[in-house]
């Protein structure tokens, strides 16, 4: 999808229907804006039911300060315009109320972009604004002064986050991605001592390059593949929406047959990607003309290693991901399925899938189908496609039910008798 190709209005209604249906915002909270080239601000109205928005709805601000529209601007319309004024290479800001960015605007603490490696990147530095009265200029100018420093990420003491950025879906890549680190931040607290990454780590995880491979020209696809492309995206669609990874994070790949398999593009909007944007690998070779994500290598290698294995998701779930920024170690003994499926879940090194994808690779059995890589992310391997997405589901769950544990007692674990009756039962 095109998404700069979009009228404003549309633009604005497309990214408030993710922001409220994730439940990142409330029917009354939040409000985004775009800066047209001709000086126009388009943005949401106040008052107005944010879960139900339809382009009509959309006001629009002209430079003469006449608006245009069947409603009111949103009452903090002036802290968009004195971002947009001190900001000229800013064209959209985002501003909303997501629980877990609340929770750190409330306690008046900024989130730890060392916790993950996307996070920096992606959302920069972040400040922190003095509170004001919400629709003020005395707010306006309080945010207004933080963007003034380069700032692009804001967040509001007692009240929410600000995202400027040059369009409104990278402001919404660095609010959604900040949300899911703060989530990630909140759900480690709980189970143990956060472990950010260091210099040199956040230095060797810059250096992680898109991959470049020589190119094949794509023949017809057989039915099997077709299906297989249709399949991975409806799942992928799925796990978007289960906040199972974020819009441009987390992959899918399928084995074809011996020597191919099909994978998420690199860079590519997982709410809307479409079987169409799906890569082919064979052998060294990519499809023509589109970039597969940078883990491609480890997904092959995986595929060369084991015969057992079809299917591989990379992801980055903020409740397994809470072991992954820890010292502690996730166990599956918790209930009959999470064992069955999961078993052992060792823990890798940050870095284990760049530096070492063969030693990764390797430890794939069929008694480790999962993986954890330290500050970075969750490997699920599979028979199929289906059956690696429910180990990945079964893990985030798992671990939040393990997560919600700690404020009622300790837990006890199925112990070993009961563990074999299980493998005898279940043929593990």
Known sequence: MHFEMLHPADQIIMIMERIYGYGMTTTSGGNLS??????????????VDKGSLTRKDIIRVKPDGSVAGEHKPSS???????????????????????????????????????????????????????????GSNELGEKIADVFKEGVNTVILENHGIVVGAEDLFKAFMSFETLDFLARIEIKGSRIGTLKSLTKEQLELSKSKQQIYMDEFMTQKLSSEER???????????????????????GTFSQRIDHDSFIITPYGADRKYIEAEDIVKIQGDYKEAGKNPSRSALLHKLIYEKHKHINSVIIAHAPNIMAFAVTEQNFDSRTIPESYILLRETPKFPFGSPFIEPGKLAAAFTKDVPVVIVE?????????????????????????????????????????????????TAFKL
Not at 380 to 405: C, H, M, P, Q, W
């Open 34 to 47: 775009i800066l047209d080239d001709n000086g126009d601000i388009w943005i949401t109205p106040g008052g």
């Open 76 to 134: 903090e319309f002036p802290f968009h315009q004195l971002v947009y004024k001190n900001r000229p290479d800013l064209k959209a800001v985002l501003h909303a109320h997501p629980p877990a960015l609340v929770a750190f605007s409330i306690v008046r603490k900024l989130p730890n972009t060392k916790l993950i490696p996307c996070a920096k990147p992606v959302c920069g530095e972040i400040g922190m604004a003095e509170y004001g009265l919400p």
């Open 227 to 249: 299906e297989a492309r249709a399949t991975m995206v409806k799942l992928i669609h799925r796990a978007y929406d289960q906040r199972l990874f974020t819009s441009t994070q």
């Open 375 to 423: 500050n970075d992310c969750v490997i699920a391997t599979g028979s199929s496609l289906i059956n690696a997405f429910d180990r990945l589901e079964v893990a985030e769950y798992s671990a939040k039910a393990v997560i919600a544990s700690k404020s009622l007692g300790n837990i006890v674990i199925i112990d070993d008798d009961k563990i074999a009756d299980l493998k």
